[in-house]
């Protein structure tokens, strides 16, 4: 009988119905028996054979997959941890997109999270460009992220007031930092340490992760 009313209610629930012909929040077994290599090249901070790897995998998985979603995330982390935030960019706004688009899938933590910090990287990285146009382009982008993250914000955190990005209010981010002050525009260590390192997996698919922390 209870089966019954869950099979009603999906079919009088177009939002519901929805939900349910979205992909589920399951890593694949392929994808799964690959985490413990994953984690080994982690570990030995072999990080050119993880990023193959992930690169590998990510070939072969479904765009809108779960396995997308974790490995995008798993991918930035280890480019943040090298220090190349600007490749760190695009697997970031795969998840965004892949956790925005899917309720399965949608954490509210880690969206604020990549929305803060990809602000921040999209505003270092207009701020490197010599093309005034795309480097405005940029500084729009980084506005519109900030936007969103201000509107989804219930209460701006520590680290974020402290944020090298200027206000979204404020002309200056639409100005390039000062030449005096070199590395002005990266994002704060806290947040980028933050962003991705929760666990994501679930428990039951590798029960050993843990998150890559800077060395």
Request: proline share 8%.
């Amino acid at each position: 009988m209870r089966r019954l009313f869950l099979v009603l209610a999906l079919a009088l629930s177009p939002a519901l119905r929805a939900q349910a012909d979205l992909p589920k929040k399951e890593i694949s077994e392929k994808t799964s028996g690959s985490l413990g290599q994953l984690k080994t090249f982690i570990d030995a901070k072999d990080y050119p054979k993880g990023l193959l790897l992930i690169d590998t995998l990510l070939a072969k998985a479904e765009p809108a997959s779960f396995d997308t979603y974790v490995l995008s995330q798993i991918k930035a982390q280890i480019l943040l941890t090298q220090g190349k935030l600007t490749d760190a960019i695009v697997p970031l706004e795969t998840s965004l997109r892949l956790g925005e688009n899917n309720a399965n899938f949608y954490d509210a933590a880690a969206e604020l999270e990549q929305m803060n910090l990809l602000a921040q990287l999209h505003y270092q990285k207009a701020a490197e460009l010599k093309d005034p146009f795309a480097q405005k382009a940029g500084y729009l982008t980084a506005l519109d992220l900030m936007n969103r993250w201000l509107s989804k914000t219930p209460k701006p955190t520590a680290d974020s007031a402290s944020s090298p990005l200027p206000s979204p209010t404020s002309s200056a981010l639409l100005t390039p930092p000062s030449p005096t002050r070199p590395g002005s525009a990266r994002p704060s260590a806290t947040l980028v340490k933050a962003c991705c390192f929760r666990s994501i997996l679930p428990t039951n698919s590798f029960s050993s992760w843990s998150p890559v922390t800077s060395s």
